[in-house]
C-alpha cells in the first residue's frame, strides 16, 4: 500500500468562512481510503492562520523535507491552493 501524506492549511479568511483544519482532514483522509493510500497520522501536516502567499511555513517545510527523505509517495491535499497561490 502506497504511503501518502496530509496537508491542510486555513488563512483567518478560509477559517470565517467554516472551513476548517478538520473538515480538510476529513475529506482527504476519505480520499486516501476510498484509492487505497495509507494516510498515517505521523504523515499529516497541518497550518492554521497561514497565507498561501506565502512558502516558508513550518508544517509545509517539514512536508518538503520528509518529501526529499523518500517517507511517501503521494501528497493529498484539498485543492491546490491549500499549498501554494501560484
Do not use: W
Not at 13 to 30: D, F, N, R
Not at 41 to 51: K, N, Q, R, V, W
Not at 64 to 80: K, M, N, Q, S, T
Amino acid at each position: 500500500m502506497r504511503r501518502a501524506a496530509l496537508y491542510a492549511r486555513v488563512s483567518t479568511e478560509m477559517q470565517e468562512k467554516e472551513q476548517t483544519i478538520q473538515s480538510q482532514l476529513a475529506a482527504v483522509s476519505h480520499y486516501a481510503e476510498s484509492h487505497g493510500l495509507f494516510a498515517n497520522p505521523a504523515l499529516t501536516y497541518t497550518e492554521e492562520g497561514f497565507s498561501g502567499s506565502h512558502l516558508e511555513r513550518p508544517a509545509l517545510d517539514e512536508l518538503r523535507d520528509h518529501a526529499r527523505e523518500g517517507r511517501f509517495e503521494a501528497v493529498i491535499v484539498l485543492c491546490p491552493d491549500r499549498l501554494a497561490r501560484k
